[in-house]
T-cell receptor
Framework: QVQLVQSGPEVKKPGASVKVSCKAS????????VSWVRQAPGRGLEWMGW????????KYVQKLQDRVTLTTDTPTSTAYMELRSLRSDDTAVYYC???????????????WGQGTLITVSS | DIQMTQSPSSLSASVGDRVTITCRAS??????LNWYQQKPGEAPKVLIY???SLQSGVPSRFSGSGSGTDFTLTISSLQPEDFATYYC??????????FGQGTKLEIK
């Protein structure tokens, strides 16, 4: 079945970097883009960015674009999210999601990875 | 950027009730509106895409409607497993897919 499996939780100090992986299975990886979404404790969903698994094009939310990089590794069907210069308010669960579509017109996220908790603490 | 605003932020209801959640966009998004359900400790799950298309496997008691800037998610008869947080998402501004702030549906 179609699924996304993410790497495990991490604890980082302020100023450090983290790289979260998202391994896809059950479908042709390069046919669907991947988006990343984060959720701070007790808060809502925040869209972070998007990457084309076909050509590597990326788009980031403005508030993070200087600190986040999305990449993919096609041979392993894995997407990555790297966040640099971590701050305490980056503490959140980070999700990857496949960008599903009908005829390239309507777009939604399905499925989602299980989430990766990143804790930033000194 | 397109802003999405949901109302109410929280809602108490009973099993069997009919419930409506509203989502408003800061500009027209025609029919590019999705709804997700999230239960505690779980990833979100898509319920409805393109305003009113029910995702495969989602019960028919869920329905969506609207166009332009105003949209609704309706649950026709609440079941115990429906108590969760619901989010709308616009997919008009590709690929900047912003979410509403969420509506927490609690048991009365």
């Amino acid at each position: 079945q179609v699924q996304l499996v993410q790497s495990g939780p991490e604890v980082k100090k302020p100023g450090a970097s983290v790289k979260v992986s998202c391994k896809a299975s059950g479908y042709n990886f390069t046919r669907y883009a991947v988006s990343w979404v984060r959720q701070a404790p007790g808060r809502g969903l925040e869209w972070m960015g998007w990457i084309s698994t076909y050509n590597g094009d990326t788009k980031y939310v403005q508030k993070l674009q200087d600190r986040v990089t999305l990449t993919t590794d096609t041979p392993t069907s894995t997407a990555y999210m790297e966040l640099r210069s971590l701050r305490s308010d980056d503490t959140a669960v980070y999700y990857c999601a496949r960008v599903d579509t009908t005829w390239g017109v309507y777009i939604w996220f399905d499925p989602w990875g299980q989430g990766t908790l990143i804790t930033v603490s000194s | 950027d397109i802003q999405m605003t949901q109302s109410p932020s929280s809602l108490s209801a009973s099993v069997g009730d009919r419930v409506t959640i509203t989502c408003r966009a800061s500009q027209s998004i025609t029919s590019y509106l999705n709804w997700y359900q999230q239960k505690p400790g779980e990833a979100p799950k898509v319920l409805i895409y393109a305003t009113s298309s029910l995702q495969s496997g989602v019960p028919s008691r869920f329905s969506g409607s609207g166009s332009g800037t105003d949209f609704t998610l309706t649950i026709s008869s609440l079941q115990p497993e429906d108590f969760a947080t619901y989010y709308c998402q616009q997919s008009y501004s590709t690929p900047m897919y912003t979410f509403g702030q969420g509506t927490k549906l609690e048991i009365k």
